[in-house]
């Protein structure tokens, strides 16, 4: 019989052989991938017509203030290396290629380093303008270079899976430094991507206990008024009527109060059960009303694709079926034949001869 002594060892060890032997959550590491990239392209996108007065040198805060701050701060731009419109407009389109191959995952190795950069260094040019959405955003690209977040829906795992079901793969013996060289591959790289997908949880959920704890010392959280004051303020009200309209239920907006301190102090304390779901769905409820109601889609965005990290690999491919099924059931009903494979409900129409 198995004692609490020789249980611990024993847990330890297979702690050990999965943080080692294979990397877990690369379906939740390839949502992170796919979210961020391609949210950071469309903040891209959407700010490319004041480019210039945010980043370039006709900003305000021109690249000589930028450099002088980066030597007491330490931090560093690309932007700043050259006072040039042209070098900008350069980094500017080589920043929306990089998020948009980041997003598709193409030599995620390589590009996701490019990617951390371009985030840091626009973060940094004009980081008197960031917010906590930003924060999130430049902390997760730091933290999925260390994840092998291209092994799966990107382009690199399409090419991966065509070489192997073609018989391109070399399958040459190896020399045994060789072989030894492989295998410590592997090994950190699974060693890496696990800590990576674990400092990422990690980071998500000391942001929503510190966030409630904060709230809790509040007296306007404690007596349900904060949404009220938040409602009422013009920097956050990009529909006043819509505003107005729910700030009128003064129940449910000390209810959404309460909800929201209980949901944030409680979230790192549910993780570990099936109550997980339900706590993630009010949360992307929250995020949908502050991206709406607040007129913050950036943080809400980079909220909602954290909260990913916490769904398992079977959610994803479960996903992954349902989308396959919805794709193939078009085409079938298209040619006149069901998804179930019985019966045309419609006979095929006959095209009248010209004679």
């Not at 193939?328 to 006959?350: F, H, K």
């Amino acid at each position: 019989m198995e004692t609490e002594q020789t249980r611990a060892p024993h847990r330890i060890g297979e702690f050990l052989a999965v943080l080692t032997e294979r990397p877990v959550s690369l379906h939740a590491a390839a949502v992170l991938r796919i979210g961020y990239g391609l949210l950071y392209l469309v903040f891209l996108l959407r700010e490319f017509p004041h480019r210039d007065e945010i980043w370039g040198p006709g900003s305000p805060w021109t690249p000589e203030l930028a450099r002088q701050l980066f030597d007491q701060t330490g931090w560093a731009s690309i932007l700043t290396l050259s006072d040039s419109r042209a070098y900008f407009e350069v980094c500017y389109a080589l920043a929306l290629v990089t998020s948009a191959l980041f997003m598709l995952g193409w030599r995620t190795r390589a590009v996701s380093v490019l990617f951390a950069v371009v985030v840091a260094s626009f973060h940094a040019r004009a980081i008197f303008m960031t917010d906590g959405g930003d924060n999130l955003i430049l902390l997760m690209a730091l933290y999925l270079v260390f994840t092998a977040c291209g092994r799966r829906w990107s382009l690199d795992a399409r090419r991966t899976s065509l070489r192997a079901s073609a018989g391109t793969t070399p399958r040459t013996p190896m020399a045994l430094g060789a072989e030894e060289l492989c295998r410590f591959r592997r090994t950190s790289t699974a060693v890496l991507h696990n800590c990576g997908m674990f400092v990422i949880a990690a980071q998500v959920c000391f942001l929503y206990g510190s966030a409630g704890l904060y709230k809790v010392q509040g007296g306007s959280w404690g007596n349900g008024t904060a949404l009220h004051y938040v409602l009422n303020l013009d920097l956050f009200r990009p529909w006043p009527e819509l505003s107005l309209m729910v700030d009128e239920h003064d129940v449910m907006i000390s209810i959404a109060c309460y909800l929201t301190v209980l949901l944030q102090v409680a979230f790192p304390f549910v993780l570990f059960g099936r109550l997980k779901y339900p706590v993630l769905t009010m949360l992307l409820g929250m995020h949908l009303g502050i991206a709406v109601l607040m007129g913050l889609p950036l943080f809400s965005g980079a909220m909602i694709i954290a909260d990913a990290v916490f769904l398992p690999d079977r959610f994803y491919r479960s996903l992954g079926r349902l989308w396959r099924r919805t794709c193939r059931r078009p085409d079938a009903w298209s040619t006149g034949v069901p998804p179930g494979g019985g019966p045309a409900l419609v006979p095929s129409q006959s095209v009248p001869s010209s004679n």
